[in-house]
């Protein structure tokens, strides 16, 4: 006779970021309690460029310390997966290494990445097409999958492996994941985080060039505008984030501190179109509803939405309705924001890093405001929170995530018991 083995329960134990809004969580969440913007004007028109605002790094996070057969071997997106990482490891373990807590056969990774190493790609290949040679390490730097192995060599993670790599909704699948392998029994602890870094002009222009990016040429306060009826496109940002998950008795039994606990995940895809939304809307509506459903969660539980909301004229009337079809009238209840108003789109680490926003969120009892929003559109009618940040007890909170390719992806966060 076969006995069904209860899931098990997930826990977040240490976070870290490297966003333009700042160098750490920490940095990243006051920047947007101070209502600070991440990104600046950047002026490529002599490229071709249009768009005006990105989200750039000043400095990338130290990699001190690694060894440097790893760390050189590493591309800016790696680079800046790993800084997260280490803020993280360090949050939930201190001076420790999982393998001397748990098994190392059961402490696993999946990292994700939109467009990995493209930058240097172009680099690369335009240095080999000058000079018939160019870096030995660019192999490396155009593999997707390099911060999953630099990440289970560095900490001797020998688990379940796995690299994600779906646009903007990576992140988001990537936490999902992780949270799936360690629910199943898979593993006890698992590292789950997302990096890009896009600043190439081509690379920028190749995104440009599709019409996604803010048409905004002078203002920060319209260039990123979700939900507001001016909205012209995202704005592009580099950074990483990453999450370490833990199953919930073991984390207890070692002293961990909780941070929050994951209850619900879900994905489904549009099959519908490569940029554009699916007009009727149904995977986004199951995403919402499997995720809640998995969480054992009604509509009228959740205290606080984190919103994909990009300042794209297609996502943000999709989202929206979406939304409306998936919890029904009680949509217009629930507080609601788009912190990329902040932060900029972080592409595939943005879902991990709106993940950490919501255990913020919880932790402070506060939920940020939708920043730059002027002008109310009549199709984006729900409360997206546009007076400023708003205090509350908040116990659930939604985070969601689409990205390109149709990818929907939906995680249910809540404080940790």
Not at 131 to 158: D, E, I, K, R
Request: charged residues 15%.
């Amino acid at each position: 006779m076969h006995t069904k083995h209860q899931p098990k329960r997930v826990v977040v134990t240490g976070y870290g970021a490297v966003t333009p809004l700042g160098a750490s969580a920490a940095e990243s969440w006051q920047s947007i309690m101070d209502s600070r913007l991440g990104y600046r004007y950047v002026d490529n028109a002599a490229r071709q460029i249009q768009t005006r605002f990105m989200g750039l790094l000043p400095e990338e996070p130290s990699l001190k310390g690694m060894p440097a057969v790893i760390r050189r071997r590493l591309p800016r997106f790696a680079r800046l997966t790993v800084g997260a990482a280490r803020q993280a490891m360090r949050m939930a373990f201190g001076d420790a290494l999982p393998g001397e807590i748990y098994d190392p056969l059961a402490c696993g990774v999946i990292m994700g990445t939109g467009w990995g190493g493209l930058d240097e790609s172009y680099d690369a290949q335009a240095e080999f097409a000058a000079s018939g040679v160019t870096s030995p390490f660019n192999c490396f730097f155009a593999m997707p999958s390099v911060t999953s192995a630099a990440c289970s060599q560095f900490w001797g993670l020998q688990g379940y492996q796995n690299t994600v790599i779906a646009a903007c909704a990576t992140g988001t699948m990537v936490v999902g994941d992780a949270f799936t392998a360690i629910r199943s029994g898979r593993a006890s602890m698992m590292l789950a985080g997302a990096g890009e870094s896009l600043t190439s002009h081509c690379a920028v222009w190749n995104i440009d060039v599709l019409g996604a990016l803010s048409k905004e040429g002078e203002d920060p306060q319209r260039a990123s505008c979700p939900f507001s009826a001016h909205r012209s496109g995202f704005v592009l940002a580099e950074g990483a984030a990453v999450l370490c998950l833990e199953e919930r008795d073991s984390a207890l039994a070692r002293g961990a501190t909780l941070l929050g606990e994951i209850t619900g995940y879900a994905n489904y895809s549009d099959a519908w179109d490569f940029t554009s939304p699916a007009e009727d809307c149904a995977a986004r509506v199951q995403t919402i509803r499997q995720a809640l459903a998995q969480a054992q969660l009604t509509a009228a539980q959740l205290d606080y939405i984190n919103a994909h909301g990009t300042s794209t004229p297609l996502n943000d009337a999709n989202e929206t309705r979406a939304l409306k079809m998936a919890l029904g009238r009680q949509a217009y209840a629930i507080p609601t924001s788009s912190t990329k108003s902040y932060s900029g789109h972080l592409i595939s680490a943005a879902g991990v890093f709106e993940s950490i926003v919501c255990l913020q969120a919880m932790a402070h009892g506060i939920m940020p405001a939708t920043a730059n929003y002027q002008q109310p559109d009549p199709v984006c009618d729900l409360d997206y929170i546009v007076d400023g940040h708003r205090a509350g007890h908040l116990r659930r909170t939604l985070n969601l995530s689409f990205g390109f390719g149709g990818a929907n992806a939906a995680l249910v966060l809540e404080r940790a018991s």
